[in-house]
Structures are given as structure tokens and as C-alpha cells.
Nanobody
Framework: DVQLQASGGGLVQAGGSLRLSCAVS????????IGWFRQVPGKEREGVSC????????YYAESVAGRFTISSDNAKNMVFLQMNSLKPEDTAVYYC????????????????????WGRGTQVTVSS
């Protein structure tokens, strides 16, 4: 069974930072793509960032580029999302997801590309 567990969410003031973690089990990281997504009630889930496990290539949504940093620890099957300079519009439930291979730059931000998902973690940024 593939299992993902996201953690690290919380309440933070605008301008603050949070670090999300995603623990993955039952899944081989080799060649995989691991993504972070977020969703606000009433809106579609959107891609935030993606990392390829093999070469560590990273991709970001325009709305978070320069503020968020994705990283991975392949030995521990962990993926992280360092979120700095947080804004109220970053408030959402954040999810991590994995795909067996990198689907390409455009598809890496498409939730439909990822078959495995964890439960989300709530991030709330107050103004």
C-alpha cells in the first residue's frame, strides 16, 4: 500500500514561514515525481510545486516561485516544502502526491497526473 502523510501545517502571520513534510511509504522513489498541491473550499485543487526524485529537478507555480522551496530526502522517502514570506492567499489545505514517473513540466502541476495522495495539512495565514 502506498501511503503519504503530510504534516507541518498551522497558523502563521503574513510574512512568516512554515515547513511542510511528506512521508511516503510503500513506493519506490526512483524516477518518481512528488508534488505539493493546495485547495481552498469551493475551488479546484492547484499545483504548487514538484520535484523529480532522480535528478532533483524542481518546478513551481508562478504564485509561489521565489517564496517556496521543495526538497527531498530520498534515503528517508521524505519530501519537504519550505514556505517563506507567506501571504493570506496561501491559506489552503496542502496535499502531497506521488507519480511513478515525471509527467512533464506542464502535467507536473496537474492533480490528475498523480495517482497517490495523502491527507492534507491545513495552512492558515493571517493578515
Amino acid at each position: 500500500d502506498v501511503q503519504l502523510q503530510a504534516s507541518g501545517g498551522g497558523l502563521v502571520q503574513a510574512g512568516g514561514s512554515l515547513r511542510l513534510s511528506c512521508a511516503v511509504s510503500g513506493f519506490a522513489f526512483d524516477g518518481a515525481a512528488i508534488g505539493w498541491f493546495r485547495q481552498v473550499p469551493g475551488k479546484e485543487r492547484e499545483g504548487v510545486s514538484c520535484i523529480t526524485s532522480h535528478l532533483g529537478h524542481t518546478y513551481y507555480a508562478e504564485s509561489v516561485a521565489g517564496r517556496f522551496t521543495i526538497s527531498s530526502d530520498n534515503a528517508k522517502n521524505m519530501v519537504f516544502l519550505q514556505m517563506n514570506s507567506l501571504k493570506p492567499e496561501d491559506t489552503a489545505v496542502y496535499y502531497c502526491a506521488v507519480a511513478d514517473w515525471f509527467p512533464g513540466v506542464v502535467s507536473s502541476m496537474n492533480p490528475a497526473t498523480y495517482p497517490y495522495w495523502g491527507r492534507g495539512t491545513q495552512v492558515t495565514v493571517s493578515s
